[in-house]
């Protein structure tokens, strides 16, 4: 496996990791409570996140599909995500409205949405490692906010977007306790 796509996999499973640890503090039985109003449920960040990844996902496929006849081997360094876009995936203080595609339904228990994120993992994997060793350092898929990112800088986007939503669900938990829910 090329050493950036390891690079990359090894960031995004630790992403999940970390985020899996912060959903596991939370009670069974409140994996699908509010904390307010405004605030999405343990189950409806993970339902968020695999309708996110399987967006992201789907993009992904479409470029490498398009790109791949043309496609020479990889070079040996690759650019990894910008710091503008991991600063501002890090940022808990703004809050930023998801929009309506990936708007969670709340019809996901926790264990439904996570076991679609874990799906969406494994289609990612997949799909990346049957073109490991091609130029995915020139395959670029264009992100509304963020703009044009490489296949590797997406993957990394993924894993910043789970730290971000790691620190949701540490919140959510936060919440709980604050309120004597634990």
Not at 45 to 60: G, M, T
Not at 84 to 108: E, F, H, I, S, Y
């Amino acid at each position: 496996m090329h050493p950036h796509l390891t690079q990359v996999f090894s960031r995004l499973d630790q992403a999940r990791a970390t985020l899996r640890a912060s959903v596991d503090v939370i009670p069974a039985g409140l994996h699908r409570q509010r904390p307010a109003p405004e605030r999405w449920s343990a189950a409806e960040v993970i339902e968020h996140l695999a309708l996110v990844e399987a967006l992201f996902i789907s993009r992904i496929a479409g470029a490498i599909d398009s790109a791949r006849a043309g496609l020479g081997p990889e070079g040996p360094t690759c650019a990894s995500l910008p710091e503008p876009v991991a600063v501002r995936m890090a940022d808990r203080v703004n809050k930023r409205n998801a929009p309506d595609v990936a708007q969670p339904t709340g019809t996901l228990d926790l264990t439904a949405a996570w076991a679609a994120v874990e799906a969406n993992h494994q289609r990612l994997r997949g799909l990346v490692g049957s073109v490991d060793g091609l130029a995915l350092s020139q395959v670029t898929v264009d992100h509304a906010v963020f703009g044009s990112m490489t296949v590797y800088q997406w993957v990394e986007l993924m894993a910043a977007h789970e730290g971000r939503h790691t620190e949701q669900m540490k919140e959510v938990g936060e919440a709980f306790a604050a309120s004597g829910q634990r």
